[in-house]
């Protein structure tokens, strides 16, 4: 089946600086990738779409200019999180949907942790 | 806008006990429906889905789900639950193309006893 995978896995980092999540798509093109967040024992909440070669699309309430998305290829987005504070610490989800549209596969996520 | 519920949180079962996981939406068009498996150090992992057609759909690992429009739901059920069930589940509504923009529920995470 097809594979997503991130990088890292888990990261800390310092109040104020930032950091780069990459999501790649493995075995397949993906036109779409979109990036979600997981609170510790709660859901997954959308956050943007990624369309190769053009702007993210950010869900209402998510922060453009703190959550950068770049999605440069077909098989790779990054998400960099800006100025990274204790509460941006989550679980961040990506996935990708391969060209014919049928399905979404997930990445296995990056534990994010702001000190 | 759509929403998900997944009313019970936490579910036990005893292995080789039957599992139905509960999920009620509300969407206002036909919806896509989706249910999802998540492990400790993977990627959801989709289970099933339903677009159209049959109400009752198969899917891997023995589940199965029914989609039910006149209560909202899309229960989950499996006949006999494996100790490697023990996962959180998520169900979700899709909108947009191909019903690839998820709405996901709150999850239920699943204990299996030996």
């Known amino acids: 089946g097809a594979v997503v995978s991130q990088h890292p896995s888990r990261v800390i980092c310092k109040s104020g600086t930032s950091v780069k999540i990459e999501c790649r798509s493995l075995?397949?093109?993906?036109?779409?990738m979109f990036w979600y967040r997981q609170f510790p024992k709660q859901s997954l909440m959308l956050m943007a779409t990624s369309n190769e070669g053009s702007k993210a699309t950010y869900e209402q309430g998510v922060e453009k200019d703190k959550f950068l998305i770049n999605h440069a290829s077909l098989t790779l987005s990054t998400l960099t999180v800006t100025s990274a504070h204790p509460e941006d610490s989550s679980f961040y989800i990506c996935s990708a949907i391969d060209s014919r549209g049928n399905e979404q596969y997930f990445g296995p996520g990056t534990r994010l942790t702001v000190t | 806008a759509q929403s998900v519920t997944q009313p019970d949180i936490h579910i036990t079962v005893s292995e080789g006990a039957s599992l139905e996981l509960r999920c009620n939406y509300s969407y206002g068009a036909t919806p896509y429906l989706f249910w999802y498996v998540q492990s400790p150090g993977q990627g959801l992992q989709l289970l099933l889905k339903y677009f159209s057609g049959d109400t009752l759909v198969q899917g891997i690992k023995g589940f199965e789900a029914e989609f039910k429009r006149s209560q909202s739901s899309f229960n989950l059920r499996k006949p006999s639950v494996h100790w490697s069930d023990a996962a959180e589940y998520f169900c979700a509504v899709g909108s947009g193309n191909a019903g690839n923009m998820l709405t996901f529920g709150g999850g239920t995470r699943l204990m299996v006893k030996p």
């Open positions: 075995d397949f093109q993906a036109t779409t």
